[in-house]
C-alpha cells in the first residue's frame, strides 16, 4: 500500500500536557457547559478545560491522540468536569493515560450502568465502546491526561446533554463524593 502519512514526532511536557509544535486546541468554558451541572454555570467566560489534539485523518486506520489539561474549580458543590461524551460510533474504545492531577473518570452505559475509576498521574483507564466517560478534577491543580482512540469514533455529545450521567461527584465533608443525579433520564 500507498502510506497515507509521513511519520512525525511531537514533544509532550509529561506534567502540563502542553505539546510541541502546539496542535489544535480547543477550550471549554462554563457558558458551553449549561445544563450539566447541577448549579448555575456562570461566569460563563470561565475556563474550564483545553484539549489539544494532534490533527490526523478521522478513518479507522488512524489513531487519534489529544491532551486535555482540566482546571480545578467547582459549580455549587461539583468538581470541574468535561462534557462527557459516547462516542459516535458506539463500539469505539479509548485508553487515557493519567499525567498530573487528582482526578476521577466517570463512564456510564446506555442502560444506566455506571462506573468510577481514579484519574491520576501513573493510570492508565480503558474505556471499551459502549461506555459514555466524563473526566472529574477533584484536586486543586489542573488534572492532566493523554488520550489515544479509534480514529473514526466521532463524538455524540447530544446523549448526555438529553439524559446526563446517573450520578454526580461532589465534594463532601470527607472529600468527594458520589450522589445520584437528579435530573438523569435513561
Ligand atoms: C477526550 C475528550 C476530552 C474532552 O479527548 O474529548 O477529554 O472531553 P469532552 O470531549 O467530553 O468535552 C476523549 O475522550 N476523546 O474521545
Ligand atoms: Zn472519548
Not at 467547582?74 to 458506539?90: I, S
Not at 475509576?117 to 486543586?140: C, F, K
Request: include cysteine; charged fraction near 25%.
Amino acid at each position: 500500500m500507498q502510506p497515507r502519512l509521513d511519520p512525525f514526532t511531537v514533544f509532550m511536557d509529561l506534567r502540563t500536557g502542553l505539546l510541541d509544535p502546539l496542535p489544535v486546541v480547543a477550550e471549554r468554558r462554563l457558558g458551553d457547559m449549561r445544563g450539566l451541572y447541577a448549579g448555575e454555570a456562570e461566569p460563563a467566560d470561565q475556563l474550564v478545560y483545553r484539549v489539544l489534539s494532534i490533527p490526523v485523518p478521522e478513518l479507522n486506520s488512524e489513531i487519534q491522540c489529544s491532551t486535555t489539561i482540566l482546571e480545578p474549580g467547582l459549580v455549587g458543590d461539583e468538581y470541574f468536569m468535561t462534557k462527557g461524551h459516547f462516542h459516535a460510533v458506539r463500539d469505539r474504545s479509548e485508553i487515557y493515560i493519567g499525567l498530573a492531577g487528582e482526578g476521577r473518570l466517570l463512564l456510564a452505559t446506555e442502560d444506566g450502568r455506571h462506573r468510577l475509576e481514579p484519574l491520576r498521574a501513573g493510570t492508565v483507564n480503558y474505556i471499551p465502546g459502549g461506555w459514555a466517560h466524563r473526566s472529574i478534577n477533584v484536586g486543586s491543580d489542573p488534572l492532566v491526561f493523554f488520550a489515544a482512540y479509534v480514529g473514526d469514533a466521532g463524538h455524540d455529545y447530544e446523549t448526555i446533554e438529553g439524559r446526563g450521567f446517573p450520578v454526580r461527584v461532589v465534594r463532601g465533608e470527607t472529600g468527594p463524593t458520589v450522589v445520584i443525579n437528579q435530573r438523569y433520564r435513561r
